[in-house]
């Protein structure tokens, strides 16, 4: 394990002219490196990120912020394009050294109306991680979402307006084209293990197993129109001590699906004894599907305690089968018996010549499924320390346990986390232990950590993250060989 961590000469910088012009650009320097458990999971090479923050305000009405990453990507192993710039239509990144666009935004002050333009990250409900009711920004799962939420975030082209009122508040959100979630690539360190399909298909017949291979195909984007733009309102009100949100959202699901356009292909080896070799290919294409979401939060205090509740009811979510199921139903001995006769009828027409035949398929693998998602949030303060528990569940309420989905179980996806901190040391020291406990499968997640800062520029993290499952399809378990150890350095300026 070896960590590279420039050094820098560097400070913040900041401008004053008259009274409403101001511009400060401040940053960071940050490098990481891990140190695998597991010696046969994927590699993990040294990390560095840049960070710089803008800031400008030229007048009482308008100001604007650019905050630039740029860096180089341990976690990519084989870039397959010199296209340094993080785009915004494609799942499958791939460039080792990267520069994205965070964030980049004017924002203008009317008085009882703002307005926010360009490439911004959204904040809704009152959970923290995993918000049911926060579905704007897509995810970058690059990380398989070990990572803070808000670097998960990844920025939208959007207009924002808030108007703020005696009654209410009211936050409009307007994303003109969808923005995929972000994805690894097959082979890296956070490839989604519920992607990884089997090398062959147990036929259970006289067939054996069929020999399958798998390839991943990038997203097909949605045309560039009204119809399939995103839409969100937020209606915030203050009452009797309780912060309350009703919220209404239209636009593509966050999280990935998948197509799995099938072909089998038949070979003729031996016409007198019919024997066959049969293969299959499927292309594992990311999906999206629009869903409404209508949701409810909101926040309290209860004598030491801080209490947080959140709701979405999800109309026309969809949700994807478990590969295996969908195998198995993909050759029945009934679909078998019509490719095989079907192969035999094109052999004879094309008077013997026609000896390899592909068929091809689309499986239903993305299911449909109104859901709902709901949680409870308790958070206690006392001196310098904090503790923070929550608990979430999903639940279908028509789940077809014939046709299983990942993640749910009889319906039910019911996740427990759980966050202490401590300060010590007149807070130069940090102590954090957060865990998630998956109740339905009963897996497990621990991320220990220590933070130091050695002075108000420099700090240092190091840290354990540790997952045990003893399935290979949960949400959690998919990554269970991922143990780790990781240290971070990040210089600010």
Known sequence: MGLVFPCVAAAGYQYEGDVATKLSIG??????????????????????????????????????????????????????????????????????????????????????????????????????EITPTDNLNTPDLTEGGTNDQVDQKIGV?????????????????????????????????????????????????????????????????????????????????????WDVSLSYFRGFDTMPLMAAPTDITVDLKDPIALKYAINANVDLESEIHMMNVFGFDFTTTMGSFTVRGEYAYYNNKYYMRKFDSVLTELLTSQQRDTILAEFMKNYIDSGGTASTQTFHFDPDVDIQEDSMKYGLGLDYIHGDSSVSLQCIQEFIQHYDSSRPVYFIQDGFHTMVTFMFKQFLLQNTMEINLGGVYDVEFQDIMLKPSIKYNFTNNLQGI??????????????????????EVFVKLKYSF
């Open 462 to 483: 190091i840290g354990v993250l540790i997952i045990a499952s003893s399935h290979d399809d949960s949400m959690l378990g998919q990554y269970s060989n991922n143990d």
């Open 157 to 241: 082209p959007a207009v924002k307006m808030n108007y703020y009122a005696d009654w209410f508040n009211t936050e409009l959100a307007f994303i003109p084209r969808y923005v995929p979630y972000r994805l690894p690539k097959e082979g890296e360190r956070w490839f989604p293990g519920v992607l990884i399909l089997p090398s062959s298909i147990n036929t259970n017949s006289a067939f054996g197993n069929i020999p399958l291979t798998t390839t991943y195909k990038d997203i097909n984007m949605p045309d560039f129109n009204l119809s399939n733009s995103e839409t969100g309102i937020r209606i915030s009100k203050y009452i009797s001590g």
């Open 27 to 128: 940053g960071y320097i940050e490098g990481k490196a891990i140190y695998a458990f597991d010696h046969n999971s994927p590699y993990e090479n040294p990390s560095v990120e840049i960070g710089l923050d803008a800031k400008a305000s030229v007048s009482s009405w308008l100001a604007a912020r650019v905050l630039l990453k740029a860096g180089q990507d341990g976690k990519v192993h084989a870039p397959a394009s010199d296209n340094v710039f993080d785009q915004f239509t494609v799942v499958y990144q791939n460039n080792r050294s990267y520069i994205d666009f965070n964030e980049a935004y004017f924002d203008i002050y009317t008085g009882k109306v703002d307005f926010r333009l360009g490439i911004q990250k959204f904040a809704w409900g009152r959970l923290d």
